[in-house]
């Protein structure tokens, strides 16, 4: 069964799918199950460049990959900033290679928020 708002990843073409919802089926690709990435953060993997930052000024949230610029580059990017409130995912943005690693959110409340990135090298992150 999936899992909502999980990210999944086919290990054989590298299709990478976010659920929306979660039904009572698995997630096949290439006639295997998708992989569920596990979110890592800075207590599980020590200090690390991909941990997302946010910047809160009032209802305008502004998200960065790392302390310093994650690099946008064809074989390594940000593909995906989201904010995460409750354990709902609130908002989103997609990224591509050439972009900054960065995304502008409006939210209602910033209560309970919390920030998750997704590299195409080094996986699922979160503040």
């Not at 989201?82 to 960065?102: C, T």
Request: a negative charge.
């Amino acid at each position: 069964m999936a899992v909502k708002y999980g990210i999944y990843k086919c290990n054989v073409c590298g299709n990478i799918v976010s659920v929306l919802y979660a039904g009572d089926g698995d997630l096949v690709c290439c006639g295997e199950d998708m992989e569920l990435l596990k979110v890592k953060t800075v207590a599980e993997e020590g200090k690390e460049k991909h941990v997302p930052v946010m910047e809160i000024k009032g209802n305008t949230v502004t998200v960065k990959v790392g302390s310093i610029p994650h690099p946008m580059e064809e074989k390594h990017y940000i593909m995906l900033i989201r904010l995460v409130q409750n354990g709902k995912v609130i908002a989103g943005k997609v990224l591509e290679p050439g972009m900054k690693a960065e995304a502008t959110f409006m939210v209602e409340n910033t209560a309970g928020l919390k920030a998750e990135e997704l590299c195409n090298l080094h996986g699922l992150w979160t503040s």
